[in-house]
């Protein structure tokens, strides 16, 4: 028996429509990934394959986030304009998340820090070293990304740190990285970094008010245990 498009379905059962008629909310994962993609393979509709690569993630969409266009494309039916397609859709949803996050209030504790900043370093296979710049209030200026390494490591140019540092005019930082493997313990390497950057911005009467280390569901404050 031949498999049916989504056009011949009956009206009900299409993703396209059933948002419309039943609202956003009443969409499964895979109906909505299916209507990204449009069309499946000759072997399968669009809203099967989508439902096995959401069954390869264990229908876990903050690791569908993490997949790149080359782990997409080894799905049939999947090319590299529809790994793009459902990467930019996740992406978008992700910078969504950034926006209603955005904080006016000083960043005068770990949490205020860690919601300000934590989805650009979260569903990173890679580690990434970031700055946050604090006026004499602890408002943001601005907030850098210094360096992206590998997936324990990532080299920082402290250099590159006090230039944005001096643009920025701040009064005092928050370093932040992210380690991947889902650890918070900071490294012996961690710690010398921290101290190293302290005593580097010190000498411009710049400040380092913490270091978080961030993961995918959870965070470590240098300050709130004691090691700043």
Known sequence: MEKMV???????DRPREKLL???RRAVTNAELLAILLGSGS??????????????????NLLRLSRMEVNDLCRFKGIGTAKAVSIIA????????QETDGALQEPLNNSNLAYTYIKDQLQDLPHEEFWVIYLSISCKPLDRQQI?????????????????????NQAHSLIL???HPSGTLKPSEADKALTKKIQAAAKTMDIYVIDHLIITD???????????I
């Open 42 to 59: 000759t072997e399968e509709t669009a809203v099967e394959l989508c439902k096995r690569i959401l069954l390869s993630v264990d229908n």
């Open 147 to 167: 360096s992206r390494g590998g997936n324990d490591f990532t080299p920082v140019d402290i250099r590159i740190i006090l230039r944005h540092a001096l643009i």
């Open 89 to 96: 859709a996740l992406e978008l949803g992700r910078r969504r």
């Open 6 to 12: 989504i056009r011949e379905w009956a009206e009900a």
């Open 176 to 178: 932040v990285h992210n």
């Open 217 to 227: 569901s959870s965070y470590y404050s240098f300050k709130d245990e004691m090691l």
């Open 21 to 23: 008629t039943l609202g």
